[in-house]
């Protein structure tokens, strides 16, 4: 047990899947999870433990933002032992090729500033995904046929962006989404010698304003679970 997570040492598997949304953790293992049990509700953040196709897998809520994760990455990893962290989440969409419902697996993260940042002070550290995640995810999404993404992304301090000029850079160096969590995840990962990875839904659009209907949303990101998953244990 730790100051966020209720949950007693052996209840939470080494690899766990981190949506931002707790609501959607709970969804998350009811759909796709044999057995699941509630490990964890402190502050309304729910956590699961179950299996998929016989391996053990907990599905944990993070909150919105790159210093709420960091508390719940940080606890997963040095109180629980989870080995693999998987982030499964949306990402609003920076090119014209990226469209509403596909799928974008982030090789690299771009920030302004992250939890992180003052441990590094004046050096631009580089997060990036565990390449065998990110080649086992890749090849999941082609077998089942999900248009499909492998770049950078933009992980934002603020949801509400004023930066007009900052988007147009971003999106002129190939920068395919933006969301608000990846780059401390990744950062992470590298510090304790983790395996990490986010897998994104492109839910909405900066370019064209396009969003996905709320009742649309579940079966594309019940595709990024699924990946996710597959990508966990290829």
């Known amino acids: 047990m730790t100051t966020h997570i209720g949950a007693r040492v052996g209840d939470i ?15 998350a293992a009811q759909t796709f999870l044999k057995d699941a049990v509630c490990v964890n509700e402190v502050r309304g953040m729910y956590g699961y433990t179950g299996t998929w196709n016989g391996h053990r897998v907990t599905i944990h809520g993070t909150g919105m933002g ?12 040095s109180e629980y032992g989870v080995k693999t962290l ?9 090119q014209d090729h990226v469209k509403i ?20 002070r004046e050096l631009n550290f580089a997060p990036s995904a565990d390449w065998s995640l990110l080649a086992a995810a890749a090849a999941a999404a082609k077998e089942m046929n999900i248009p499909t993404h492998v770049g950078g992304i ?3 301090d603020v ?46 659009h ?16 019940g595709d990024m679970v699924e990946i996710a998953l597959r990508a966990a244990f290829a």
């Open 13 to 27: 598997a080494e690899t766990v899947l981190l949506p931002g949304d707790p609501l959607r953790a709970r969804w």
């Open 86 to 94: 998987i982030r499964i989440g949306s990402c609003g969409g920076m």
């Open 154 to 156: 933009y992980s934002s």
């Open 101 to 120: 419902r596909d799928v974008v697996l982030a090789m690299s993260t771009t920030s302004m500033s992250t939890p992180s940042r003052g441990i590094f």
């Open 159 to 204: 949801f509400y962006d004023e930066r007009p000029d900052l988007t147009a850079a971003m999106e002129r160096h190939g920068i395919l989404g933006v969301e608000m969590e990846a780059a401390e995840l990744y950062t992470l990962a590298a510090r304790h010698g983790r395996r990490a990875l986010a897998v994104l839904t492109v839910s909405d």
């Open 206 to 221: 900066l370019k064209t304003h396009e969003a996905l209907p709320a009742k649309d949303r579940e079966q594309s990101f």
């Open 66 to 77: 790159m210093p709420s994760l960091s508390i719940y990455a940080n606890e997963l990893i």
